[in-house]
């Protein structure tokens, strides 16, 4: 958890539930999207800036796992950070937790490419630096 | 029923339940999608026909009265028929099915609109053609 | 706008989107449904606590018209309001904002049900009287 | 391929689509999901039928990764297989195809759980037979 310098806060959603009585264990994969939007939001242009220079993140690999399961109206903290940038590919873990239990943790490979061509296309510097400023920093941003 | 010339099928998802047992509702917006372009496709080109030439079909308007519940793993049948067409705007009325009862019934309202500007255009008339013939029709065309 | 004492707010999630580039029309039931959650929140126990006595509330109908896109990333304010009680059902109206400007309106209509047989039961008299009282206050209850 | 005896088809909805013109990521858990109810479908009862039996199936983890990107309208096989059963826990391997280009694989884990206590419970005898038997068998059962 240390490690973690962000984290943002999701509530479980009614329509996220499932039949068993607990959150789908595929809204998991929006929330890690939440945090992730919001940990560019911390860069000037954020997600959306990105985008607005005709890049787009993919995601190439995704992988969760569910300890404890998740409950509707439950107040979730969603801790994230970005690294391992190479070329057009960074990673991001995750750890999910609940009133300070970690009920589930994952990370997500992602791609940088062309919005038009989706190819490979470099990280941009501006953003690699932000995340390398981001991450090493002593500085305490985390938003919970 | 007897008006429904079109129906397509769906089984409800484990993902579409809620935690209360059924399909949540939301998920009939995303069934009565399917019957759309479903039904779109018994055209030439369909729905991404529509698509290809530069035209989307943004929806309006929307209601779905909800009779009975729909379980997870549910064969539901659904109908369609489209109509009303003017200028932009058409309508879709929908009935679904489980086991011949009726568990809902909706509407939605569409425009198409130009893809890249999102302004309103006039469906095309091929496809308002098609549709004419296909709902006047008194060949069975019903696929359930 | 005057006449709804209550709001919340969204942010258009990524997973949100479709591939028209905007909100998909079904994510707008999911919003209203975090804006009946939040609204219920609003007097003891809130809607877990009707769950937690052994009361389901289930949608019976839902309207929604759109009238501007919503698009990733935007900042929804939903303003809603509940009234017309009549034994066990209820209706919620709603309007979804974005920067002042009126994007979305609809309602939807709901039964309290027995969780146990999924019947019909009159909404407690303790919900229905702090419903009125929310609704009839003078006082701004409002959170946006 | 050679190894996956079962498969089950999917078409990808409008409504998984986002706005980078693909599927997004987190529909692909839904499709596993599907698979996976599909191929317990080949034996009797079923999933629901497990679920009648008062036994529930979670998933401890989901791993999913993304080769190509899957569009509107596409026909997805999805290709499962069960095995590793050990006391509650077991795990699927998919192979998600179009054309006969690979698209996506991933692999989940689950463990059968009382559906009262959500605590684990053993696989029933009867169903890690009949998915020994399913996975052994030299006879095809591919739906495909």
Do not use: N
Not at 77 to 84: E, H, I, P, Q, T
């Amino acid at each position: 958890v240390d490690e973690f310098r962000f984290s943002t806060r999701v509530k479980v959603r009614f329509s996220e539930t499932d039949a068993q009585g607990v959150a789908h264990h595929a809204a998991y994969l929006d929330w890690l999207e939440v945090a992730r939007v919001e940990y560019l939001a911390q860069f000037p242009g954020g997600y959306q800036g990105l985008r607005d220079k005709g890049i787009e993140a993919t995601t190439i690999e995704a992988h969760v796992r569910y300890r404890a399961p998740a409950r509707f109206d439950d107040e979730l903290v969603l801790r994230a950070r970005c690294g391992d940038v190479r070329g057009a590919r960074f990673r991001f873990d995750y750890l999910i937790e609940r009133g300070g239990e970690a009920i589930a943790d994952g990370w997500t490979t992602h791609a940088c490419v062309d919005a038009a061509t989706l190819r490979p296309t470099r990280m941009p510097d501006w953003l690699k630096d932000e995340l390398e400023r981001a991450e090493s920093s002593s500085a305490e941003s985390t938003l919970s």
